[in-house]
Every structure is written in structure tokens, then in C-alpha cells.
């Protein structure tokens, strides 16, 4: 009756070396975090594919925060409830916000700051704000019996689709860091639950420096969760040389550039993401000109 159902190897590394030591040993495993992104998915036991469970939860070195006067250090295990509570002090105030739009306070207990990165094929909010604060992850990589270290800018984790693309090897995020020189102007918005309605949510991420009455270092990375991860380099940089306020009719024009860009790379987005995703970015660039003539 019970034939083909069997319990997983599961391992539990204390220290960052025992962990290399483990997955060297067993490539096929699978890195457990938080659990809650496996646990979602149809098959989260063990398969053929992935015969044991590397449990993260004792690497007591994963899960610490720093901070000195240039940038914050984030173990990969800390939770998002963590870091929102030590974090009040020295998270930039976008991060704080995304942190609080993530699932429930219960569920935040259980997410980490790794496995919310490091889910294979859908972004949320995380990955969208990081992107935008020039934050890197610090990864292990795990080939031919060797380990190496290499830092990776969040921004560039993650394909256009916005799949992780960390290459074929075998990979462990162990912290991020996040510098600490931001832009006086942050906002974040979400429309529809990421979870619930994946396919029309659209989430928005923006940051920018007011300098008397010019813009500059504009930022902004817009996410569909299971369909783009799009930055802009060439919007950022006309939107990084314009006056404060902007002219309406040139707010309305930039916006419908972006769809244009949108629709061009990312032809999975339907009309009323895309929709949303101009109504978003329009109403930044109203909120900052508000902003701008309340100074
Ligand atoms: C009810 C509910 C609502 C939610 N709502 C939201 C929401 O609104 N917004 C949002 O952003 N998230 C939300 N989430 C969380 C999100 O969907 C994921 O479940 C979560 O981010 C995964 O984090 P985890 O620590 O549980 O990772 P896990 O499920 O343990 O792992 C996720 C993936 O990352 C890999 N991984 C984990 N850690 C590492 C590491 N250090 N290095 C390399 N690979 C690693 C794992 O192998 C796995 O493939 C919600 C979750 C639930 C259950």
C-alpha cells in the first residue's frame, strides 16, 4: 500500500563548510530555506531529481545582519520578520515597506531573505526593490569538487522573464548587501496580490535623487511575476536628465515609451498589465512633481 512513498535524507549542516561538504557529496539535494515556496509546489518531496533535503535553518552564520557606514550586511536565512524588526533603524525605507508587503506577519516568520531571491521562476517584491538599491548576493558556487565566491549584482540575478539565471551550476546564496547611499525619493507600488492573481499583478519599484529642481541616478525595475523583469537603462537615463516638475505631456509621452519597450521585449504581458504598469509609472512621476512644487 505504501510502496514508492519513502522519508527524505535530510541534512543539517551547522556551519557553511559542513554545508559545502554536504552538497559536494550530494548534488542532487534540495536547499530548504524557509520551506514555504517548496512546500507550495505539487511535488516538494524528494523526486528522482532531488533525492535529500539540505536544511539551512542550523547555519547560525546565514543568519546574521551587520551594517557599518557604508552598507548593510543580510544572511540569506534571515527572515523577513527578522530583518523588518532589527531593520526599522538602518533598512532604507522602500525595503522596510517591502518587507511588510510580503504574505502575513505569520508567514514572514518563515520566509528568508534567500529563499524569496532564489525562487526558480517568479519574482516578487524583493528581487523588484533589491534590483533598484544596488544590492549584490554573495553565492557559493559548487563544480567539479570546488567551491568558488562570487558576488552577484541582484539586478542581474535573474533573466528577462525574470527566471533565475545563475548558470547550470549549484549554487548557495549565504548574504546580500545593500550600500546605504539611496535617493531621497522611494516608492513601491503593487497592484493585485502576487500570489493569488500572479498573472495580473504588477509590481513597481522606484528610487531618485532631487537635487534642487533636477532629477538624477533614477532607478526603477518593474516586475510581472511569472512573465518580465524589466529594467530600463534607456528610460533611466532620459528621465535621470529632466527639469522638476516634469511637463504632463511629457510624463504622458516617457510613459508610453515604456509600454512600447514593454511590449517590444516582453510579449507574454497582457494589455492590462500593461495598463496597470503605465498608470503606475505615470503616477510616480506625478507623485514627484507634487512633491516637488509642496517644497
Ligand atoms: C500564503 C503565502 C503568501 C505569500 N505572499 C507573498 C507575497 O505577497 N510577496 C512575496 O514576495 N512573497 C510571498 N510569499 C512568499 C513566497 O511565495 C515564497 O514562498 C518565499 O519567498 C520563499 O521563501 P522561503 O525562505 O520559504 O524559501 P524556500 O521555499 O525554502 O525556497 C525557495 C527556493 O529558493 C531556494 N533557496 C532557498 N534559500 C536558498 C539559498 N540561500 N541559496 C540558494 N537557493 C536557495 C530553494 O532551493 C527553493 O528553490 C508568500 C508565501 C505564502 C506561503
Known amino acids: 500500500m505504501y510502496e514508492g512513498i519513502r522519508s527524505p535524507v535530510i541534512h543539517t549542516p551547522k556551519t557553511i563548510n559542513e554545508f559545502n ?113 544596488d544590492a549584490s548576493a554573495e553565492f ?23 527566471k533565475l539565471a545563475l548558470g547550470a551550476e549549484i549554487a548557495l546564496m549565504t548574504r546580500i548587501r545593500i550600500g546605504l547611499d539611496h535617493g531621497d525619493f522611494h516608492s513601491l507600488s503593487t497592484v493585485e496580490d502576487p500570489i493569488r492573481n500572479t498573472d495580473k499583478c504588477v509590481i513597481f519599484a522606484f528610487q531618485a535623487n532631487r537635487t534642487q529642481n533636477s532629477l538624477s541616478k533614477v532607478q526603477f525595475c518593474m516586475s510581472f511575476p511569472t512573465k518580465a523583469f524589466y529594467m530600463s537603462k534607456d528610460i533611466e537615463s532620459k528621465l535621470s536628465s529632466l527639469t522638476l516638475p516634469i511637463h504632463p505631456e511629457r510624463v504622458n509621452t516617457i510613459s508610453y515609451e515604456l509600454v512600447a519597450e514593454l511590449k517590444k521585449q516582453h510579449s507574454t504581458i497582457t494589455e492590462l498589465q500593461l495598463e496597470r504598469g503605465r498608470r503606475m509609472f505615470e503616477s510616480v512621476l506625478h507623485k514627484l512633481n507634487s512633491k516637488t512644487l509642496q517644497a
Open 21 to 133: 561538504t554536504t552538497i559536494l557529496r550530494y548534488p542532487n539535494s534540495q536547499i530548504w530555506a524557509g520551506g514555504t515556496y517548496i512546500m507550495s509546489q505539487e511535488e516538494y518531496y524528494p523526486s528522482d531529481a532531488k533525492d535529500a533535503i539540505i536544511d539551512l535553518g542550523g547555519i547560525e552564520e546565514m543568519k546574521k545582519i551587520t551594517r557599518n557606514d557604508r552598507f548593510v550586511e543580510i544572511g540569506a536565512m534571515v527572515s523577513a520578520s527578522q530583518l523588518l524588526y532589527a531593520g526599522k533603524l538602518i533598512l532604507p525605507e522602500i525595503l522596510q515597506k517591502t518587507l511588510q508587503t510580503l504574505a502575513s506577519q505569520i508567514v514572514r516568520r518563515q520566509i528568508t531573505i534567500g529563499g524569496s531571491l532564489c525562487i526558480p521562476e517568479v519574482r516578487f517584491a524583493l528581487s523588484t526593490t533589491l534590483a533598484i538599491l
Open 140 to 162: 557559493k558556487y559548487y563544480q567539479g569538487g570546488k567551491v568558488s565566491t562570487h558576488w552577484v549584482p541582484i539586478s542581474r540575478m535573474y533573466d528577462k522573464t525574470g
